[in-house]
Structures are given as structure tokens and as C-alpha cells.
């Protein structure tokens, strides 16, 4: 007996939901990242998701292209959040504004 795809959907929405929460609440630039990484986890649940329901392996390469942009999403970003802290003393994202000019 198979899971019915709109579960995987349902799942999906929930997650980037928490993420898209995430995003709008936190200021906390490691917390940031982590909600970026529940979106693109999202995503790869929707392509998987679809990739079965459909029975090619579409979705399933698309999901490795997108865990490949997580990677270097996350190597860049804590690159930036190490600036920050050195800067800073805190990894607070509204701090960032006293950079500009």
C-alpha cells in the first residue's frame, strides 16, 4: 500500500511553512540559515514527491541540484556570519545596517 502523494504535499507545506516562519521572526543569522535549509527541504520533498507519483527521475536529479545549492548556500553564509560575529560580537542580522555607508 502506498503513501498517497497529498500527504508528501501536506508535509511539504508544513515545513516550509516553519521555515517561511523562521525567516519572518528571527534575527538570529544561524537561525536564518536553518530556516532557509527547511525551505529547500521542502522543495526536495515536492520534487521526490512528484518524481514517484509520475515514475521518472526527474524530480529525484532536480532534488540533488538543489542539496548541491544548499552546500554552497551554507558555505558562503557562514562565511558571512563569522564577518558578522567578528564585526559585531553578535550574529544579529539588524546589526548588518551599521556597514552600509
Known sequence: MAV???YY?????????VGLFGILTRRNALMFLMSVE???????????AFSQ????????VFALFVLALAAAEVA????II???YRNF???DVTLAREMRW
Open 82 to 84: 563569522l564577518v558578522l
Open 9 to 17: 504535499l501536506l508535509l511539504s507545506a508544513a515545513v516550509f511553512c
Open 53 to 60: 507519483y509520475w515514475g521518472n527521475l526527474t524530480g529525484q
Open 38 to 48: 527547511l525551505m529547500l527541504n521542502a522543495a526536495n520533498i515536492n520534487f521526490v
Open 4 to 6: 498517497p502523494v497529498e
Open 76 to 79: 558562503i553564509g557562514i562565511g
Open 89 to 91: 560580537g553578535d550574529v
